[in-house]
């Protein structure tokens, strides 16, 4: 009568396993299967619809999957909920580096560095590549048209620092 408990509520006598999205996403990020990982991170964001972790780790695969605008639109999203993320500025710095805003990208560099920590010794490497960036872009502001391009930047989509937050 296992058909009879379930229509009048009762359990199926299965084992009611919750199923981890985000644990499922970050193996699949792991392996690089972004866009797969995107599913299972929405799915999560389902779950948990203000985890700042979460969001950035969905801007990072939508920069991945080649949907830079929609990364963009994900780590502000971010910063309406944490505006003193330091991933969430650092990602959306080199999206809007790439995009051709340095005006803004230079805001959120400096943001990055003002709410990092110089402690930490995972976000050093990080504030180096920021510090180096902000100085590039301020440079070249004043020597051009505004318009900088990095193509040496190994981080450029923000992946660095999905685990800020």
């Known amino acids: 009568m296992t058909w009879w408990r379930r229509l009048v509520g009762g359990s199926s006598g299965r084992d009611p396993r919750h199923t981890d999205f985000l644990a499922e996403a970050l193996d699949l990020e792991s392996r690089g299967d972004y866009a797969n990982a995107l599913t299972s991170y929405r799915l999560a964001l389902r779950e948990r619809p203000d985890d700042l972790g979460v969001l950035q780790n969905i801007a990072i695969a939508f920069?991945?999957?080649g949907q830079p605008e929609e990364a963009i639109r994900t780590y502000r999203r971010?910063?309406?909920?944490?505006p003193e993320s330091p991933g969430a500025h650092y990602g959306l710095a080199f999206l809007l580096l790439k995009r051709g805003d340095t005006h803004h990208a230079a805001m959120?560099?400096?943001s990055?560095?003002?709410y990092s920590t110089e402690q930490d010794p995972t976000s050093a490497r990080f504030r180096a590549h920021a510090e180096r960036t902000l100085a590039d872009v301020q440079g070249a502001v004043e020597h051009s048209d505004g318009q900088y391009q990095d193509p040496s930047a190994p981080d450029s989509d923000g992946s660095a620092h999905s685990d800020e937050g």
């Open 63 to 65: 920069s991945k999957t």
């Open 112 to 114: 990055f560095l003002q």
């Open 108 to 110: 959120h560099l400096e």
């Open 78 to 82: 971010a910063l309406q909920l944490e």
